[in-house]
């Protein structure tokens, strides 16, 4: 595929629907070294996930049963707000660990919510089952073409806004966000793929030659884990021979808690994990070498003025 095609023809499309988020030069979090930040947390409902929403929906023809989607949480609020800003139905699939907060802001789309018991995996079941039965559109949250590209744009527009990095750090879940990096850049830009140590699908896979179930727990499971990694994310990964590193829950917190008190950047865990690997030293840049960090997600839990 084409990837860099599609990601541009992505752009296009959805460029009337999603936010072009901010980038900053951030000095601080103990670091010795400037970190080029991009917020993608400012995104429409709080992630990047409105980016392959829009796409898919606006790249294919939607049936009259509409779009069903299984979420942790980030992936069904995108998926609801793209489906009601283009008039479509949506029935959309969560955990009950996707907890209250991320519930709320799903139900404020008007889509009809279903949470059901266990996790993302268990979610993801009920809605395939229901796109069999109904012909709804499935709008997956990572593994899908569609999906891909439209998160790839988040990369294309942080390009076009001067991204000076020799090297990205993602916070990778089911593969969808950094599976777009790596599709943009095809290796011209270094990509580390963060994950919890407790929620670790991509690492687990690269050391296995082959995506294998993980178990899934911690303060990011809700947005970070996965069950098993995509299987675009992965060939794109293995292909490439990136950098995948874990870090500690204590790590993602302590970063969540820096970006507050030194930006008052109020994110979710996902969306401080990537920041974590450089704070713990899990990732040690080489002298000279200039990183950036894509804050993926601010929907906290319990949302701090509900």
Not at 49 to 60: D, H, I, M, P
Not at 222 to 234: P, V
Not at 254 to 276: D, F, K, N, S, Y
Request: charged fraction near 15%.
């Amino acid at each position: 595929m084409d990837w860099q095609s599609e990601i541009t023809a992505a752009a296009e499309r959805i460029r009337p629907h999603v936010q072009r988020t901010p980038v900053m030069q951030a000095q601080g979090f103990g670091l010795p070294y400037p970190v080029e930040l991009k917020l993608e947390h400012m995104q429409h409902t709080g992630s990047f996930k409105a980016r392959g929403a829009f796409n898919t929906l606006l790249s294919q023809e939607v049936p009259a049963a509409g779009l069903v989607a299984a979420s942790g949480g980030n992936h069904g609020a995108a998926a609801a707000y793209a489906a009601h800003q283009l008039g479509h139905k949506a029935r959309i699939y969560v955990p009950e660990m996707a907890g209250p907060a991320k519930i709320s802001l799903i139900e404020r789309t008007g889509a009809d919510l279903q949470v059901v018991a266990g996790a993302y995996a268990n979610a993801l079941e009920q809605a395939q089952a229901y796109e069999q039965e109904t012909g709804a559109m499935q709008v997956h949250a990572y593994d899908a073409p569609a999906t891909v590209a439209g998160q790839g744009t988040c990369f294309a527009e942080w390009q076009a806004q001067g991204l000076e990095a020799d090297t990205l750090l993602i916070a990778v879940g089911g593969g969808g966000l950094i599976g777009g990096a790596l599709a943009w850049f095809q290796g011209a830009r270094k990509i580390v793929a963060v994950e919890p140590e407790t929620s670790c699908a991509l690492n687990a896979a690269l050391a296995a030659k082959q995506p294998v179930d993980v178990e899934v727990s911690g303060v990011a499971a809700n947005a970070l884990g996965a069950k098993r990694i995509g299987s675009i994310c992965f060939e794109l990964a293995a292909t490439q021979g990136i950098t995948s590193l874990t870090v500690p829950d204590s790590a993602i917190t302590e970063a969540q808690t820096a970006l507050w008190r030194e930006r008052r950047i109020l994110v979710e865990p996902a969306g401080a994990t990537a920041l974590a690997a450089l704070m713990c030293g899990a990732y040690r840049p080489a002298p000279g070498e200039r990183v950036a960090v894509l804050i993926c997600g601010g929907n906290i839990a319990p949302d701090p003025l509900g």
